[in-house]
């Protein structure tokens, strides 16, 4: 009995173990099968174009990161499409298409891709691939000498464009200064009767009343208006300056004054003449008197004969009166061309600062004030960059300028051990500094190489360089290429050329292990330096490694 329930124990526990298998198996099942992977060919030409599909199926809340970047070592992605999302009931399904090349033939594997839905963490299946060579007939295809290099012309960017619309803008503004101000504009009527003496406006004006229509229509007032018009302002210029405002009574008094007190010599007929004019032109003028047509053209016949008069006897001007003249008639031309040098320099400072504020508010006031006044950090960014291998094996990196070689010393005791090669570019008190280092060692039996041993060296170099308060942060990096490394990064106090001035900075170092060949990437940049900083960003993402063979 006791036999039969063992057999029956051991029957129960199979059994269990058994469902809790299959429980298992469908689980896994069903996980993955929301994530699947597929190539549409496994064997391609070399160059040809594979397309890689990840399907995932997910719910509508669930957040889904499909990979980014050169994942799919050792073949490259040339494209990533946009990803189709198709609706099944409640659930999402989701399509990533990547486009894949390799240029060398061989059979090669596409490694398992990481897949994040929701919260867990799925890998597709690993696929294989076949890269054939393209046959070429020799007997066919003719044979032909190396062609030469042929320079290729830099692509070439807009600035000669908004220098064009600058120079244009400029000859509008320079055209329209030079014909309303610079220009000798011809003189209207008006300016040139403006510039004739007094006495021969006078007459002119006198000429213009005789061939007028007034004393026709019967417009006595405007008539004797611009009658004593002319008569008072010939003798506010040449007699009294203030006839133009004066009453009748007023003027009539003045010149009597003046001829009394010797000023002018004017004869009693002609002040009569002129103060019985002027009287007559009132009556006209206020109370709507109406004299003979005959009698207005004689007053205007008397106010000319009357201006004759007064300019005989208007004494000669002196010399000093002739001078002062000529000088008040250059004081005047200098004002006027003082006038129009400050409407230009105004113009002028316009049109920059107009300028200005345009490619500031386009391209950033900072960028625009480094570009007039000059940043040696924006012209190593802007420049033309070096993409070059050093050391062996190689680092491949780009950087604004070619990296010079060093021959640092090395201590007797490892100088036979080890194989040493470093480039570099400025130093820890630059602005920038570059570092690209190669180191073979020999190790002693077992031991191996330790990537954070290396960086507490280099620390503790710069530590005694005088670089002060590092904080240090270590995480794993791995090259577009997908060579893996150590990064160390951070800020620090580096010194500057200034003796015991500390200055804040940034930097990166990268190690890199592989058959106990050491590479080295370290960076340092001042922490106020945005342009120093995208030099640095655009380095870190040009570097490669090449692994050594074994």
Same mark, same amino acid.
């Given at each position: 009995?006791?036999?039969?329930? !063992?057999?029956?124990?051991?029957?129960?526990? &199979?059994?269990?173990?058994?469902?809790?298998?299959?429980?298992?198996?469908?689980?896994?099942?069903?996980? %993955?099968?929301?994530?699947?992977?597929?190539?549409?060919?496994?064997?391609?030409?070399?160059?040809?174009?594979?397309?890689? $599909?990840?399907?995932?199926?997910?719910?509508?809340?669930?957040?889904?990161?499909?990979?980014?970047?050169?994942?799919?070592?050792?073949?490259?992605?040339?494209?990533?499409?946009?990803?189709?999302? &198709?609706?099944? *009931?409640?659930?999402?399904?989701?399509?990533?298409?990547?486009?894949?090349?390799?240029?060398?033939?061989?059979?090669?594997?596409?490694? !398992?891709?990481?897949?994040?839905?929701?919260?867990?963490?799925?890998?597709?299946?690993?696929?294989?691939?076949?890269?054939?060579?393209?046959?070429?007939?020799?007997?066919? %295809?003719?044979?032909?000498?190396?062609?030469?290099?042929?320079?290729?012309? #830099?692509?070439?960017?807009?600035?000669?464009?908004?220098?064009?619309? /600058?120079?244009?803008?400029?000859?509008?503004?320079?055209?329209?200064?030079?014909?309303?101000?610079?220009?000798?504009?011809?003189?209207?009527?008006?300016?040139? @009767?403006?510039?004739?003496?007094?006495?021969?406006?006078?007459?002119?004006?006198?000429?213009?009343?005789?061939?007028?229509?007034?004393?026709?229509?019967?417009?006595?007032?405007?008539?004797?208006?611009?009658?004593?018009?002319?008569?008072? $302002?010939?003798?506010?210029?040449?007699?009294?300056?203030?006839?133009?405002?004066?009453?009748?009574?007023?003027?009539?008094?003045?010149?009597?004054?003046?001829?009394?007190?010797?000023?002018?010599?004017?004869?009693?007929?002609?002040?009569?003449?002129?103060?019985?004019?002027?009287?007559?032109?009132?009556?006209? #003028?206020?109370?709507?008197?109406?004299?003979? /047509?005959?009698?207005?053209?004689?007053?205007?016949?008397?106010?000319?004969?009357?201006?004759?008069?007064?300019?005989?006897?208007?004494?000669?001007?002196?010399?000093?009166?002739? &001078?002062?003249?000529?000088?008040?008639?250059?004081?005047?031309? !200098?004002? %006027?061309?003082?006038?129009?040098?400050? /409407?230009?320099?105004?113009?002028?400072?316009?049109?920059?600062?107009?300028?200005?504020?345009?490619?500031?508010? $386009?391209?950033?006031?900072?960028?625009?004030?480094?570009?007039?006044?000059?940043?040696?950090?924006?012209?190593?960014?802007?420049?033309?960059?070096?993409?070059?291998?050093?050391?062996?094996?190689?680092?491949?990196?780009?950087?604004?300028?070619?990296?010079?070689?060093? *021959?640092?010393?090395?201590?007797?005791? /490892?100088?036979?051990?080890?194989? !040493?090669?470093?480039?570099?570019?400025?130093? &820890?008190?630059?602005?920038?500094?570059?570092?690209?280092?190669?180191?073979?060692?020999?190790?002693?039996?077992?031991?191996?190489?330790?990537?954070?041993?290396?960086?507490?060296?280099?620390?503790?170099?710069?530590?005694?360089?005088?670089?002060?308060?590092?904080?240090?942060?270590?995480?794993?990096?791995?090259?577009? =290429?997908?060579?893996?490394?150590?990064?160390?990064?951070?800020?620090?106090?580096?010194?500057?050329?200034?003796?015991?001035?500390?200055?804040?900075? =940034?930097?990166?170092?990268?190690?890199? =292990?592989?058959?106990?060949? @050491? %590479?080295?990437?370290?960076?340092?940049?001042?922490?106020?330096?945005?342009?120093?900083?995208?030099?640095?960003?655009?380095?870190?993402?040009?570097?490669?490694?090449?692994?050594?063979?074994?």
């Amino acid at each position: 009995m006791n036999y039969d329930l !063992r057999i029956m124990n051991v029957g129960v526990r &199979l059994m269990r173990k058994s469902i809790l298998s299959c429980v298992l198996v469908l689980t896994s099942w069903f996980l %993955q099968a929301q994530v699947s992977a597929s190539i549409d060919s496994t064997s391609v030409k070399i160059g040809a174009q594979i397309t890689y $599909k990840i399907q995932v199926e997910a719910d509508s809340t669930s957040l889904v990161v499909f990979p980014e970047g050169q994942t799919f070592m050792p073949l490259e992605m040339i494209e990533s499409y946009t990803t189709d999302t &198709l609706r099944n *009931n409640d659930k999402y399904n989701l399509i990533k298409k990547y486009g894949l090349t390799q240029f060398d033939s061989g059979a090669y594997t596409i490694p !398992r891709q990481k897949i994040i839905v929701g919260n867990k963490t799925f890998f597709t299946d690993s696929l294989k691939v076949e890269v054939r060579n393209i046959l070429v007939d020799s007997t066919k %295809q003719g044979l032909y000498d190396i062609k030469p290099i042929i320079e290729v012309q #830099k692509s070439g960017s807009n600035w000669w464009k908004y220098l064009l619309y /600058i120079f244009i803008a400029l000859a509008i503004v320079a055209g329209l200064l030079y014909w309303f101000l610079w220009r000798k504009k011809p003189l209207t009527e008006s300016e040139k @009767i403006a510039l004739l003496p007094p006495y021969d406006r006078a007459k002119l004006a006198l000429k213009k009343l005789e061939e007028s229509d007034y004393l026709k229509q019967a417009e006595f007032k405007g008539y004797y208006s611009e009658l004593t018009q002319i008569i008072r $302002k010939y003798l506010d210029e040449k007699v009294y300056d203030h006839s133009m405002e004066s009453t009748t009574d007023e003027l009539i008094n003045r010149l009597r004054l003046l001829k009394e007190g010797n000023k002018i010599d004017l004869s009693p007929d002609t002040i009569k003449n002129i103060e019985s004019i002027l009287k007559r032109a009132d009556l006209v #003028k206020f109370a709507k008197s109406t004299p003979e /047509i005959a009698l207005a053209e004689l007053d205007r016949t008397t106010i000319d004969v009357e201006i004759d008069h007064v300019k005989e006897v208007l004494p000669e001007p002196t010399e000093e009166e002739k &001078l002062l003249t000529e000088q008040y008639k250059e004081e005047q031309e !200098r004002k %006027q061309k003082r006038k129009k040098i400050i /409407i230009t320099a105004a113009v002028a400072a316009f049109f920059l600062v107009a300028i200005y504020v345009g490619f500031s508010l $386009k391209y950033g006031f900072n960028y625009v004030k480094d570009s007039i006044i000059g940043n040696e950090s924006m012209e190593l960014l802007e420049g033309n960059w070096v993409h070059s291998d050093y050391g062996v094996p190689p680092i491949t990196i780009s950087t604004p300028e070619v990296l010079k070689r060093e *021959n640092p010393p090395l201590p007797k005791d /490892i100088k036979d051990k080890t194989n !040493r090669t470093a480039f570099s570019y400025g130093s &820890l008190t630059d602005p920038l500094s570059i570092t690209v280092t190669t180191l073979r060692v020999n190790p002693q039996g077992e031991n191996k190489v330790d990537l954070k041993e290396i960086v507490e060296k280099n620390l503790k170099k710069w530590e005694n360089s005088d670089v002060q308060n590092m904080v240090v942060q270590n995480e794993k990096y791995v090259t577009p =290429n997908g060579a893996e490394g150590l990064k160390t990064f951070g800020k620090a106090d580096f010194p500057s050329t200034t003796p015991g001035k500390l200055v804040k900075g =940034n930097y990166v170092l990268l190690v890199f =292990n592989a058959n106990n060949v @050491i %590479q080295e990437v370290i960076l340092t940049w001042r922490d106020d330096d945005i342009y120093a900083a995208q030099v640095a960003d655009r380095i870190l993402n040009s570097i490669e490694l090449i692994k050594p063979k074994e």
